[in-house]
């Protein structure tokens, strides 16, 4: 009877000692990153772990890294915003549409002339995103429309629009293709452009505004307890109001970010893109149920999510086609809610 | 009660579709004085309990604060007023940690540029959250804590001592002795007389009615959305009070 009880304590404290050692996220997500640089090393035959290829998974990771941003602020809050793709796509198309129509411009425009109507794209941008969050924040709180739905619905109205705009075509203006391009400092090749660096920057900013300040101190509050957080004297239509506006310019700057990398302001810039912000962020260890997540585990969570974008079309030991990568992402994804699952329970 | 009238709600009522919740409730509260609110389930406490924190706006009637009338559009205008409330079982976010709890919605910012971008004195409202919490005198753990780390009790006390220490006139306490054991409960009744000593006005809710004819001056009874009974304590026996809780006393069945 005992010897039957301490086995069954022993198995315990073993499980618990497994899921103890995962309960860490980024810890668990820096070593998922080094595993996968070797795995994608050997299968690669050797051509993964070299500047270039890291300079293009930091490329990739600068699209959405912005989005994953902005989707956390929103998943944290306990809702969602599905229009950032969409809302990618109309900024980088309105940016376009007033550089070429509105201002005659052409892609014959380039280097440091450019630089000027680049930040006038930017500006664009941001200002297109926080006009989309805005309405968002509308739908929610005015009209008392789930997050789901609402933000369904201007995903649709907005990548419309992105079409109605630049009919359907790439309106190609000017570019300074340098902020795209890596640095090389005497001589030494470095993965990192400014474009990179700057979603760099605002990330950094980002992780401190959600962990450091009041308005990050709200935004768990209210998808942890929004009775709780009305009680204290807090409003969350307000609170909704700035994060979906947040969000909004996030993905408003992440339009600029593709305009930038394409010299174009296309339709289809912003496509699907929701969902893999969607994917980083539950990667990245936010809780869907609102309440929970880090900003640490969001940055390494994208860059493990494009770090196997990357590394499965360089392996070279069998041929994995476009359709298996979905495959692929999509059980990482599967697994990164199960080892969720499992640190919860692991807590209790 | 020589003490002035601090809080008072008049004529009441309060709808959810056909559902009446609350039907012309009036309700004296003195300063210093401790006001018992007891009813069956679905009497209207807890609604009452939500109009007088500005949580929810009444139907009809009105309400005064020290003689003034007020109309709460939300609780954040009840809590600048002075009145804290205590709600049953939904008063803390989990995810966040007891200091972080107690200043919400009040936080304290750090010196300088970064305090006005709105970062936060963390050390100092973990500091401050102990102090104020074993000045309320209840047992609790750890200021940096999260809350969904904390037993129910615990909870409990954190919810309770962030009410009693930032209440400056009225104390509104929706059932503080769920999910305690005997001691803590005792310490809470403790808090209650201290509250009262300071000349504050408590409201208290509860279904042990022990507790209630034990710390209370006044009993009101409430059923069905209207105040069936007001009285001073003294007044009230167990059996009688469950009588009128239950609408069998007038009947004198036993």
Known sequence: MSNSKQDTAGKLSLLTQVKASFSNQSALLVVTLVVLGVVFQITSQGIFLTTNTLGTVLNDWGSYILLAVAQTFVVITGGIDLSVGATVSLSSVVAGWVLVRGLGLDSTTTGSDATPYVLLAVFVSLMVGLTVGAINAFLINVLRIVPFIATLATMGAMAGLAIIISGGMPLQGPNNWELGIPYNVFGIQLPISTTVLAVIIITVICGLVLHKTKFGLHTFALGSNSFATRAAGISPAKQITKVYMLSGGLAGLAGAYAYIRLGAGSPSNGSGMELYAIAAVVIGGVSLMGGVGRMVGIALGTLVLFTVQSGLLMVKVVTVSPSLKQVIVALLIVAAVAVQTLQKSGRK | ?254
């Open chain 2, 1 to 254: 009660m020589a003490q002035k009238v601090i809080y008072e709600i008049r004529n009441a009522s309060k709808n959810y579709g056909a559902v009446v919740a609350l039907d012309g409730a009036s309700l004296k509260l003195h300063a210093g004085e401790v006001i018992g609110l007891v009813g069956d389930n679905g009497a209207g406490k807890s609604t009452l309990v939500k109009v007088l924190s500005g949580a929810h706006s009444p139907d009809g009637g009105e309400i005064f604060l020290e003689g003034e009338e007020k109309v709460w559009s939300n609780p954040k205008q009840a809590l600048e007023a002075g009145i804290e409330t205590l709600y049953q079982d939904s008063g803390l976010a989990q995810h966040l940690t007891v200091s972080q709890n107690v200043f919400l919605g009040r936080e304290k910012f750090v010196k300088g540029v970064f305090g006005k971008l709105g970062f936060l004195a963390k050390k100092q409202m973990e500091e401050e959250a102990q102090k104020d919490l074993e000045a309320v005198g209840i047992a609790f753990p750890s200021s940096n804590r999260p809350v969904s780390q904390l037993s129910g009790g615990q909870r409990q006390a954190v919810a309770i001592g962030r009410a009693v220490s930032w209440a400056r006139k009225v104390l509104i306490l929706d059932e503080p002795t769920n999910h305690l054991g005997a001691r803590q409960s005792a310490e809470v009744l403790e808090v209650i007389k201290k509250a009262k000593a300071k000349g504050l006005g408590v409201i208290f809710i509860s279904h042990t009615l022990p507790h209630v004819l034990a710390v209370t001056d006044r009993i009101v009874v409430l059923r069905l959305g209207q105040i069936v009974r007001d009285s001073p304590t003294s007044e009230y026996t167990a059996d009688s009070l469950i009588g009128t809780i239950t609408g069998s006393y007038s009947k004198e069945e036993k």
